[in-house]
């Protein structure tokens, strides 16, 4: 919209944006020098205006009354804004929610002074079909005027589209070209990254820091950074936050920056008011759902595509694959979508339909726009999004030049996985002729000094070979060395690797007399460590698995001639001479007449 046609809206209007929106919009009055007469709020902004703010404390007291933990407390608090006392519901769901707010009406009522000022107002919903049922629905509770304006709709260009074959390839490909960029005298604040993957953001981050490039790094929560979680453990220990907070700063005698301190204090004075306990609750929950956004000027920033960017800007839209951009939804969330259309809100199939409308308008409007996707990943098999066909994107496979580079230690790594996949093309010759690296060329000085001491060794620890031993050692002797002579292991077990050994174990032993697999299966943990709720969920699970197991053996052994049955059978062939290890192994399963 022109800034003629803002003046239009005055003080009895709301105008409601998209919270990436709202500080692009201010600044875009400022520059205009347009002073607006109305309020601009973003969607969440507007319904704890209406309805009531979703504050640490309310959440905590709702939580307290009941019986909830203050994260799912949070989930009802979300959802209860739109339901309405006065209504008749046909879901027995959303009437369960009716009586639940009924019975919450104290902690939920809506500012006096709040409904004074709704009065007489126009909400102005400005390019946010994303959320105008919503808005909509909680205006018609409060009788305000609601009114959409959006911008005429796009049509897409002719638009190019890069394929690679892997995500390594598509994300150093984005990396030179930023680099190059970069060269030119592009600020790195200029360029924009756009992706919903988490492995790309892996890729990203390792790849990025070999060609130096400043990449804003994903924002961290505060539970996960160890100065305020240590606070946090610190505080449970004490029955004061002054206690703790000066135990803390002895502690860490100097060690912090005191802005960092003062970070720390802000926060807790919001609650310093209230009961320790109550204190701890809404501390830990603060620390669970808020993030420190670790963004600096002058760095590569990562968008949204509901986000607008100026002309000047570069933006790369990475993993354009199919279920992956746009964002899809399902029906799935807190209201079904068949309570959705009871409540007038936007079902998961509309909330499609905008995410790929946003995204077109996205693409429309971006000047300086890269996309691509990849066929692969680690060894799953990755398809291009729908839509690239749907809007007719001319795909591209480009191709880097091999005789430019900008990272000489990613040029190295890449030389190495060639020669482990025993690859060649035109880039390993051009690599080859520039870098000498050691590849399989480390040589320990280790050597056996006294031939008797070792024999003795050997035969003292019963050292041998097996299948997986030989493997570490025609992979790498040292590591053999380390692992089967110097016992040097620092192997963590998975539950998945301890479930194996448990079903092992019982299928070895079950016929064995007095042997209770039952039995041994419910008490195999018991002396080793305490499971999770996950754990013993999936153990339980996994015994009917077992049964069925052991039930199927015993009926395939009714219709064969064998007569009994040997498990893990040991092994051992011995070459008689000290000097060369005697090669071990078991035998699973064997079954004789």
């Given amino acids: 919209m022109r800034i003629q046609d803002w003046q239009k809206f005055n ?7 998209d919270k990436e929106q709202k500080e692009e919009l201010v600044l875009s009055f400022f520059k205009h020098a347009f002073l607006p007469q109305f309020k601009i709020f973003t969607f969440e902004e507007l ?24 994260e799912n407390a949070w989930i009802y608090l979300n959802h209860l804004s739109y339901i309405q006392e006065n209504k008749e519901y046909v879901s027995f769901r959303l009437q369960e929610l009716q009586n639940l707010k009924k019975k919450n009406a104290d902690l939920l009522a809506t500012g006096k002074s709040h409904l004074q000022f709704l009065k007489g107002k126009t909400v102005v919903v400005y390019q946010n079909q994303k959320y105008f049922k919503e808005i909509e629905t909680l205006c018609q509770v409060y009788q305000l005027k609601c009114l959409k304006v959006e911008d005429p709709k796009v049509s897409l260009k002719e638009k190019e589209v890069f394929c690679f074959d892997s995500i390594e390839e598509e994300v150093e490909y984005v990396a030179v070209s930023i680099a190059q960029l970069i060269e030119k005298g592009i600020n790195p604040s200029k360029i924009k990254l756009c992706y919903a993957q988490d492995n790309l953001a892996y890729q990203i981050e390792k790849i990025f820091k070999f060609f130096r490039l400043p990449v804003v790094s994903k924002p961290s929560k505060y539970i996960e950074i160890p100065f305020y979680k240590q606070f946090l453990e610190i505080l449970k220990l004490h029955s004061s936050v002054k206690e703790a907070m000066d135990c803390y700063q002895k502690q860490l005698e100097n060690t912090i920056d005191e802005d960092k301190i003062q970070q720390l204090m802000t926060i807790c004075n919001q609650w310093i ?5 109550d204190f701890i609750l809404v501390l830990e929950y603060y620390f669970k759902t808020h993030t420190i956004n670790l963004f600096q000027a002058g760095m590569i920033e990562k968008i949204s595509y509901h986000q607008k960017v100026s002309n000047d800007c570069y933006v790369f839209v990475l993993g354009l ?6 964002q899809s939804f399902k029906d799935e969330d807190f209201f079904s979508d068949v309570e959705k259309k009871e409540l007038h809100l936007t079902t998961s199939e509309e909330k499609n339909q905008i995410e790929l409308e946003d995204l077109k308008r996205f693409f429309a409007e971006t000047k300086n726009l890269f996309m691509s996707y990849h066929l692969k990943e680690n060894n799953k098999v990755c398809y291009p999004a729908i839509l690239i066909d749907l809007w007719h994107f001319i795909v591209k496979r ?26 060649q093309n035109a880039m390993i010759k051009v690599l080859e002729e520039n870098y000498l690296i050691d590849y399989c060329q480390y040589q320990n000085q280790f050597r056996i000094q006294n031939h008797q001491t070792f024999i003795d060794a050997i035969q003292k620890e019963k050292i041998t070979l097996s299948y997986s031993t030989m493997n570490t050692f025609f992979q790498c002797p040292y590591q053999y060395y380390l692992s089967q002579i110097c016992l040097f292991k620092d192997n963590q077990s998975t539950f998945n690797q301890e479930i194996g050994t448990l079903f092992h174990f019982i299928l070895a032993n079950e016929k064995e007399t007095g042997f209770d697999w039952e039995k041994n299966y419910d008490h195999y943990f018991d002396n080793q460590r305490i499971l999770s709720s996950k754990e013993k969920f999936y153990l339980t699970k996994l015994k009917k698995e077992l049964q069925f197991l052991i039930s199927f053996n015993h009926e395939m052994e009714n219709h064969t001639h064998f007569k009994k049955t040997l498990c893990e059978q040991k092994l051992l062939v011995s070459y008689g ?12 399963k064997m079954m004789i007449y």
């Fill in 321 to 326: 694959n199919q279920g992956i951009i746009p």
């Fill in 398 to 423: 480009p191709t880097l030049s091999i005789y430019d580079s900008y990272s000489a230690s990613y040029d190295q790594i890449k030389l190495a996985d060639a020669y482990d996949k025993n690859t």
């Fill in 11 to 17: 003080e009895q209007h709301l105008v409601i944006v």
């Fill in 577 to 588: 001479n000290p000097m060369i290890l005697p090669i071990k192994g078991f035998i699973d």
């Fill in 47 to 70: 319904k704890q205006f209406l309805t009531y703010s979703l504050s640490e404390e309310l959440i905590l007291q709702f939580a307290q009354k009941n019986q909830l933990s203050m």
């Fill in 273 to 277: 008011h209230l009961k320790h306990e």
